[in-house]
């Protein structure tokens, strides 16, 4: 099930294309050490595509077939990667970029950021439930965002892998 995101407008998804352009451009899209070799060269494409007229669903499905089968435990052996590896990945990478691009948007449209629950969650976690409803200084995030790619960020937004947690416009 696709992420709530409140903002994902025509403005918005302009500004996550600049952004993972941007990334493009630098060398620095996070490439997930999971895709097989077709999902390394494929990820920026199908990245830029979710972005344009999609959501991290359509992207998640359209990872699907992309990443290897097993991976290392770092112990001599190898683990299966798991089944919703495509889900995660999608996930993790179009929130990011969405953020980045309502960063951009607050910064430009003199308004703020706050801290929100973007997908249900059964068991959510004492800390990330603490965020929610926190403003956040747009232009510190989206530092923290381009300077933090592929890992957990100084701020906690989001906050690391399955989080659930984004942020969303407010005047």
């Not at 996550?16 to 490439?31: L, P």
């Not at 390394?40 to 990245?47: P, T, V």
Request: net charge neutral; charged share 30%; glycine share 8%.
């Amino acid at each position: 099930m696709a992420l709530k995101l409140d903002n994902l407008d025509d403005i918005t998804r302009k500004y996550m294309v600049e952004e993972m352009q941007g990334d493009i451009s630098e060398r620095k899209v996070y490439i997930s050490s999971r895709l097989n070799a077709d999902g390394k060269i494929r990820f920026q494409e199908l990245l830029i595509a979710s972005a344009k007229s999609g959501n991290d669903g359509t992207l998640a499905e359209s990872l699907l077939g992309y990443f290897n089968e097993k991976e290392s435990n770092g112990k001599g052996s190898y683990k299966s990667i798991p089944y919703n590896a495509n889900v995660t990945l999608a996930e993790g990478e179009y929130n990011r970029y969405y953020i980045r691009a309502l960063c951009r948007r607050a910064i430009l449209e003199n308004k703020r950021i706050e801290v929100c629950r973007v997908r249900d969650s059964s068991r959510p976690r004492p800390e990330s439930e603490c965020r929610i409803g926190e403003i956040v200084d747009a232009a510190m995030l989206l530092d923290d965002l381009k300077n933090n790619l592929g890992k957990n960020t100084f701020l906690g937004i989001p906050g690391g892998v399955n989080s659930g947690l984004s942020v969303k416009l407010i005047d």
